[in-house]
């Protein structure tokens, strides 16, 4: 079936260092993709987002990328500060449909 | 507005005894979705409602979990017998669909089967 692959599961930074994750995905009707930032606790909340018809998105300290041919799409925080460690949610849209496939999450730590 | 409001917030129940969570879907969005987040199989879709109307239920663990949408502005998800496997935490999460759209959740129901 459908699925998303999203790598790493846990990934440890120092403060101001950059932090990447990616996520691959394999259905080639995917029109969108989300991001989503979940704090211990609380829920998933929208950091940001990217259409199909885009190749870069950014917004302040946040960027994601999307390589369609690939079929992989990478979230970029830069700068990155102690309230950013929380689990991040890549998600594809699943062809046709409004329904989301999430990846596994990855948990961020960055350390002061 | 207030958001996706959950009810109840923390659920305690024994095996066997029915549960029922409750959303109310942000106003003018007129799409639904039930989810189920564990350690062990993260974020998981269990169905989804497009304009009151069930779309895909192919999520619903089993015949125990059912779920309507008699209104715009209510839904329900029902276990009925819950089992200790159900523990989770449950998100609603509701959108405006005019294509696939930023997906705006609840703040979730703990739920404990003992």
């Known amino acids: 079936g459908e699925n998303v692959e999203q790598h790493p599961s846990t990934l440890s930074v120092q403060e101001g260092d950059s932090a990447v994750i990616k996520c691959t995905y394999s259905?080639?009707?995917?029109?969108?993709f989300p991001w989503y930032k979940q704090e211990l606790g609380k829920r998933p909340q929208l950091i940001i987002d990217i259409r199909s018809n885009v190749g870069e998105k950014k917004d302040q300290r946040i960027a994601v990328t999307l390589n369609k041919t690939a079929k992989h799409f990478s979230l970029h925080i830069t700068e990155t500060q102690p309230e950013d460690s929380a689990v991040y949610f890549c998600?594809?849209?699943?062809?046709?449909?409004?329904?989301?496939?999430f990846g596994t999450g990855t948990r961020l730590k960055v350390l002061a | 507005d207030a958001g996706v409001i959950q009810s109840p917030r923390h659920e305690v129940t024994e095996m066997g005894q029915e549960v029922t969570l409750r959303c109310k879907p942000i106003s003018g969005h007129n799409s639904l979705f039930w989810y189920r987040q564990t350690m062990m199989r993260g974020l998981e879709l269990l169905i989804y409602f497009n304009n009151n109307v069930p779309i895909d239920d192919s999520g619903m663990p089993e015949d125990r979990f059912s779920a309507k949408m008699p209104n715009a502005s209510f839904s329900t998800l029902k276990i009925q017998p819950s089992e200790p496997r159900d523990s989770a935490v449950y998100f609603c999460a509701s959108s405006f669909a005019g294509g696939p759209n930023e997906q705006f959740f609840g703040p979730g129901t703990r739920l404990t089967v003992l």
């Open positions: 259905d080639s009707a995917s029109n969108y």
């Open positions: 998600a594809a849209s699943y062809s046709g449909t409004y329904k989301y496939i």
